[in-house]
C-alpha cells in the first residue's frame, strides 16, 4: 500500500526497460521469453500508473541501436510489439490509456506501423494514462531531426536564429506537448542513460534498481516511488 502524499508523486516516469535476457540466461530460456515476460511487465506497470493517478509513463521498448542486434532477436521483438498492440487495444480503451509513440517509426515493418497508426487514432480520446512507447528511438537522432528542422526553416527564412530557444527546441522533438519525466527508472543494476531522452530527462530524478525488468513488480515501484518522494528537487536552484 503506497502511502506517498499525491503532490511527492511523479507526474511522468520513464523506464529503461533492462535485463530481459538476463532473466531469461538464467532460466535456460531463449533471450526472446525474457521479452516476453518483459512485456507483461509493461502491463502491471501501467495499472500501477493507473491505480496511483501517475498520468504519463514512457518506456523504452527498442532504441536506434537494437536494430543492430540480430535479425532473430529484431524479429523476434516486432513481432511481440506487434502482438501486443493488436491484443491489448481492446484493453487500453476499456482502461482509459492513450498511445503515444516516439522514435523513427518509418523504419518498423509495414504491418506494425499501420497497426501502431491505428491504436494511436484509436486511443487518442483517453485520458486516464497517456502510454508512450519509444520505439527505433534514439536521442541523439532525435536531437538531430529536430536541429535539421529548425534550421532548414532558418534558411527558408521562415525562423529567425534568436528565436530558437529551449522551449521552442522542444516543439521540434518527438516529444513535443508531453510533460518532462519527473523520474527515470532503470532496471538491471546498469548505470547508463543509452541515448534515451537525453534533452528530457534534464532535470529528471534517476533510479536504479536491480531487479531484472520482468521481475519488477509493484514493490520494486513503490520503492522507486519512495526513494523519489524524499529527494530535495531544486532544478539548479536554492
Ligand atoms: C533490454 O533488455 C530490453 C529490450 C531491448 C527490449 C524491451 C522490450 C520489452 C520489455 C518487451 C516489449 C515491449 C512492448 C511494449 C511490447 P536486454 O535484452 O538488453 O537484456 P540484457 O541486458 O539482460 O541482455
Known amino acids: 500500500m503506497l502511502t506517498i502524499p499525491k503532490e511527492k508523486l511523479p507526474i511522468h516516469i520513464a523506464c529503461i526497460m533492462d535485463g530481459n535476457g538476463r ?21 502491471r506497470c501501467a495499472d500501477f500508473c493507473m491505480t496511483h493517478n501517475i498520468p504519463w509513463l514512457t518506456l523504452y521498448a527498442f532504441s536506434s541501436e537494437n536494430w543492430n542486434r540480430p535479425k532473430t532477436e529484431v524479429h523476434a521483438l516486432m513481432l511481440l510489439l506487434h502482438e501486443f498492440l493488436k491484443k491489448r487495444l481492446h484493453q487500453m480503451m476499456e482502461k482509459g490509456v492513450r498511445l503515444h509513440a516516439i522514435g523513427a517509426l518509418s523504419r518498423l515493418p509495414a504491418r506494425t506501423r499501420k497497426l501502431l ?16 512507447l519509444a520505439i527505433s528511438y534514439g536521442s541523439r537522432g532525435e536531437i538531430a531531426s529536430a536541429a535539421r528542422k529548425i534550421a532548414e526553416k532558418v534558411s527558408r527564412g521562415e525562423l529567425q536564429p534568436d528565436a530558437v ?20 527508472i532503470r532496471t538491471s543494476g546498469e548505470m547508463r542513460v543509452s541515448n534515451f531522452l537525453l534533452w528530457q530527462i534534464s532535470y529528471a530524478e534517476i533510479y536504479v534498481t536491480d531487479t531484472l525488468w520482468p521481475d519488477f513488480g509493484d514493490r520494486d515501484m513503490e520503492a522507486a516511488l519512495l526513494d523519489y518522494s524524499r529527494r530535495k528537487r531544486r532544478f539548479g536552484a536554492l
Do not use: C, I
Open 23 to 43: 532473466w531469461a540466461n538464467s532460466r535456460h530460456l531463449p533471450r526472446q521469453a525474457g521479452h516476453r515476460a518483459g512485456a507483461d511487465t509493461v502491463e
Open 117 to 132: 497508426q491505428d491504436s494511436l487514432e484509436a486511443t487518442s480520446g483517453n485520458t486516464r494514462l497517456n502510454l508512450v
Open 165 to 184: 530557444t529551449e522551449d521552442l527546441f522542444g516543439e521540434y522533438l518527438d516529444t513535443a506537448g508531453m510533460p518532462e519525466p519527473d523520474l527515470l
